[in-house]
């Protein structure tokens, strides 16, 4: 439940009408991407987030 309402304000401060993908500039369904996963100990803060549209972020996940 923390992790959701983490997200949602993450979301809200971080995806905005001027935003794009930092890896090819869409601005096609965005989403929050973790630059080090949590699960490799990455932290869940602003300085471990990018932005992704989603082709971008599933690209990562595959090569993950
Ligand atoms: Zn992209």
Avoid: P, W
């Avoid at 993450?10 to 794009?20: A, D, N, P, V, Y």
């Avoid at 080090?36 to 932290?43: C, D, P």
Wanted: proline residues 0%.
């Amino acid at each position: 439940m923390y992790a959701n309402l983490f997200n949602r304000d993450m979301r809200k401060i971080l995806i905005t009408e001027s935003s794009s993908c930092t890896k090819c500039k869409s601005v096609d369904k965005l989403q929050l991407d973790h630059i080090i996963s949590i699960s490799k100990g990455g932290k869940n803060e602003i300085s471990n987030l990018q932005i992704l549209c989603c082709k971008c972020n599933n690209n990562k996940s595959n090569n993950d």
